[in-house]
């Protein structure tokens, strides 16, 4: 991926909004789990909706919808498109 | 080659492929993932000349049930329809049921007497055994036919994750995983597949405070008493719309009672023996499918709920035969029921309950279907003749017996919040390994509601209330 | 997992992990994403009513199931529905050592037609398994409806193993998938598994590790695989082979 890394997560994306995965900052299992569900540089993913408390929000990924809490959404850097 | 050789060599390989991966880090792994989706992104764009959009039926239906202003709301009303649904479908069945049942009691009785069977077998087969399979029928099946089927269609439906997604937030600020929401949800029907199914939780501390909390959830063979309980004292034991109506939320509180119960001791649990943070959440919104309503219904009918039936009657035709047995014996001028409920009966009388109530509750350990009819039995063991055919002759003997509302709440929230059935019991040995947090499964539940009765039955009788 | 006979009760102790001590001609493994429908394929191939409710993670409790067809007796294993296989998760473990290690004589992959991209993922990580795998494309009906054109003869060509179309919730496309499983299984169907060729030094390295590891396992065992999760850093995969060789002593005990 030559795309500049910003400053932008998954949580910072509104809902409707789209964005191009670019860099995980987590380690170990929780990245290993975030690259199986297809969370890898260069995915587009969309923030679909949030939960009525305001947390999790579901994203569509790779033709599914998952959601993530924001302490997993938070560590997704993405570049708005 | 020996095995032990064998293992050695394994070892060093191991090793050498480790140095390898620590000199890329996490290189490897990302390397990995990416090509794999990478060639399957490559492939299926060869092969697929419509890009995958999901309908925007799904999203629509979700923006209703997940919206901020509708998504609880919506959840508390279906939660209410679908026992309301369930009360209101099983009254007229329950009673035919019923009817149908102690008739042949009656008859059962008559061919006893007449072909000169001497009184105890009378009373060991058709007192003991019979009424209490019966009971267990004539209340346990129609509310069981009725409830499996709209549940099993809203699973298939995909509304489950739905759930969970709307209550992730609260699980989370209780140090707990939102898939407990999955589990809860399974405990309706049965605790120890609820606990089996708290597996789907990765983190072995979440699982835990999962399966701890489980038996929160009313499951099948406690919900018919809540039901029976609710509409003798909240609806008087007549079915009429208000009753039913009336019924049903109160069964719904009593859920919501149990849902309460369990985010607290979830919250205690985070803080005390399972302390630690909230592991990482991932949970799938799946496509909603059309159930297949035959299949569901064949499928309700003839697994869950004749399974669940069997089980119950298992239990109940010994347990029928038993009490009937311990309500006979004599010891001096006290039955062994009548003795070991007097004995129990200041303990019962501090928490709102009585004597019989909490003997039945013990001896109702190994299914929880079996509580109320050893109940009935223990009290038509004091004398009381009594036609046992409708709700009304059940609210006639509890009132005879001194039940109050109180007596009626105490029981309602005893049954939530009590230790889990034998059966659940066993599972959670099983799945946890460990007998401490089996006993602690059993403890944790009773001192609750100990603690919740007896504050209910000593501040009512404080100010006067009920 | 559902609510049911295997799940409620008393059954739920009854279940055993790893027990496919089982009998007949052929044992099919049955893997897939989560939500593809492959509760229902396992259910229109056994007869079987192992309930399938929609919500991720149900079958946690593995299921077993017999049918019988083209005079063979044939056991299938419904494994716990995993997007990946790399062992992340108790599930994956689950379903990647049965894969792996318990030789099934052909794994069926439940792939869902409407999302081809991500069920290609999993299919790709059996292959690189095992070559007896069978695509069953479930999900046509829903697939047609949503107008999604699917170019099977081009993905089976591809992917060098039989593709099978089927809407399992119709009975579409079953037969040919039993013909296939057991033409398959009996070694009659000619497989050109596509390989995953990854960059240079990391195929190195697993040409390497896949030589030392030779002749330490049995010839079913497929070592590039081995190595590759080895250098991975997925260490399961050594419990797995102690699991099977254990398995295997005991068998060669039994068996002289």
Redesign the interface.
């Known amino acids: 991926m030559n795309t500049m890394i910003g400053n932008d997560t998954l949580v910072s994306l509104g809902v409707g909004q789209r964005g191009v995965v670019t860099a995980l900052a987590t380690e170990g ?1 929780g990245r ?2 975030m690259l ?3 969370f890898i540089p260069g995915t587009i993913v969309e923030s679909v909706r949030r939960s009525p408390a305001g947390d999790p929000t579901a994203y569509f990924i ?3 919808m998952i959601a993530l809490r924001s302490e997993e959404s938070s560590k997704i850097f993405v570049n708005p498109v | ?1 020996t ?1 032990s050789a ?2 050695a ?2 070892t060093k ?2 090793k ?3 140095e ?2 620590q000199t890329q880090g996490d290189g ?2 990302d ?3 990416s ?3 990478g ?3 490559r ?8 890009s ?2 999901r ?1 925007d039926w799904d999203r629509k239906v979700d923006n209703i049930i997940t919206s901020r202003l509708l998504g609880y709301p919506l959840m508390l009303a279906l939660l209410g329809a679908v026992f309301w649904v369930t009360i209101s479908g099983a009254n007229v069945p329950s009673e035919m049921l019923a009817n149908f049942l102690f008739g042949i009691e009656e008859w059962l009785s008559v061919l006893f007497i007449s072909a000169g069977a001497p009184d105890w077998l009378h009373g060991v087969v058709v007192l003991g055994t019979y009424r209490g399979l019966a009971w267990v029928v004539a209340v346990m099946l129609p509310p069981m036919a009725i409830f499996f089927p709209i ?2 269609m809203l ?4 509304y ?2 739905r759930v969970a997604f709307n209550l992730d937030h609260a699980f989370k600020r209780v140090g707990a995983h939102g ?1 407990q929401a ?1 589990t809860m949800s ?1 405990g309706f ?2 605790n ?2 609820g ?3 708290a ?2 939780i ?1 983190s072995p501390r979440e699982r835990l405070i999962a399966i701890l909390t489980n038996n929160f959830v009313p499951c099948n063979g406690r919900f018919p008493a809540l039901i029976a309980i609710s509409m003798i004292f909240v609806a008087g034991g007549v079915f009429s719309a208000y009753g039913t109506l009336a019924a049903s939320a109160m069964v719904v509180v009593m859920v919501l009672i149990g849902i309460s119960v369990t985010l607290a001791v979830s919250w205690l649990l985070s803080k005390t023996f399972l302390k630690g943070e909230p592991s990482s959440f991932t ?2 919104l ?4 059309k159930p ?1 309503i035959i299949p569901v219904i064949v ?1 309700s009918l ?3 709920t004749a ?2 039936l069997a ?1 119950a009657v298992i239990v109940a035709a010994p347990a029928g035969a038993l009490t009937w047995v311990f309500a006979n014996i004599y010891i001096g001028d006290l039955s062994i029921i009548g003795h070991v409920a007097g004995w129990l009966e200041p303990f019962g009388r501090a928490i709102g309950l009585d004597g019989v109530i909490i003997l039945a509750f013990i001896l109702g350990m190994p299914a929880n279907e079996i509580v109320v009819p050893i109940m009935v039995m223990s009290y038509l063991s004091a004398g009381a003749m009594f036609e046992f055919d409708s709700l009304l002759a059940f609210r006639e003997l509890l009132l005879a017996q001194n039940w109050t509302l109180l007596t009626a709440l105490n029981f309602m929230l005893f049954s939530l919040l009590h230790f889990p059935c034998g ?1 659940t019991l ?2 959670i040995r ?1 799945e946890t390994g460990s007998l401490k947090w089996t006993i602690l499964a059993a403890v944790i539940p009773t001192v609750i509601a100990i603690l919740v009765c007896f504050s209910i039955a000593q501040g009512v009788r404080l100010f006067n209330l009920l | ?5 295997q ?4 059954g ?2 009854r279940e055993d992990y790893l027990n496919y001590n089982v009998k007949g001609d052929y044992v099919i493994a049955l893997a897939g994403n ?2 593809t429908g492959k509760s229902t394929v396992f259910n229109a191939l056994t007869g079987l ?1 192992q ?8 079958t ?2 593995q299921a077993l199931g017999n049918y019988k067809h083209g005079q063979k007796q044939i056991t299938l294993v419904d494994l716990p529905g995993t ?2 296989l ?1 062992a ?3 599930e994956e473990q689950v379903a990647r050592d049965f894969i792996c290690f318990a030789e099934p004589d052909a794994t069926v992959v439940v792939v869902d037609a ?8 999993l ?3 059996v292959l690189e398994i095992t070559h007896k795998t069978i695509v069953c494309l479930n999900l046509m009906d829903e697939a047609r409806r ?7 003869p ?2 089976a060509n ?2 060098g193993v039989p593709v099978i179309p089927t809407a399992a ?1 119709n009975g579409e496309g079953l037969t040919l998938l039993k013909d296939t499983i057991n033409s398959v299984a009996a070694d009659k169907t000619e497989l050109t598994p ?1 390989r ?1 060729i ?2 240079a030094s ?1 195929e190195v ?1 697993i040409r390497e ?1 896949a030589e ?2 030779d ?2 396992l049995p010839p079913q065992i497929n070592r590039r695989w081995i ?2 999760r ?4 997925d ?1 399961t995969v ?1 419990d797995g ?2 699991k099977f ?1 254990e398995k295997k ?1 005991v068998k060669e005990v039994f068996a002289s």
């Not at chain 2, 799946?286 to 499918?289: A, F, I, K, L, V």
Request: aromatic share 8%; hydrophobic share 45%; with cysteine.
């Open positions: 299992i290993r789990r199986d569900l297809g790779r033709g599914v | 080659m095995d064998q293992f060599d394994l390989i191991v050498k492929a480790s390898y991966g490897v792994r390397q990995i993932v090509h794999i989706y060639e399957a992104e492939l299926a764009a060869t092969v697929v000349t419509c995958n959009q309908t549940f099993t699973e298939d439906l995909g489950l994750p898939k999955l399974m029907g049965c120890a597949a606990v089996i199914a597996r789907i990765d949970l799938e799946p496509p909603y499918r297949q499928r003839f697994d869950r399974f669940v089980r059966t066993l599972t099983k | 997992m559902g609510l049911t006979y799940s409620s009760g008393k739920a102790l989560p939500n009513k309930h399938t409710g929609n919500w991720p993670g149900k946690v409790v997007y990946s790399l992340n998760s108790p409407t999302c081809l991209e991500r069920n290609l993922n299919v790709l990580q949503k107008k999604i054109r699917i170019d099977v081009a993905l591809q992917l919730r596509m995953l990854y960059d990391l390295a590790l030392e590891l002749p330490l190595a590759l080895l250098i991975d850093g260490y050594i082979i102690r060789l002593m």
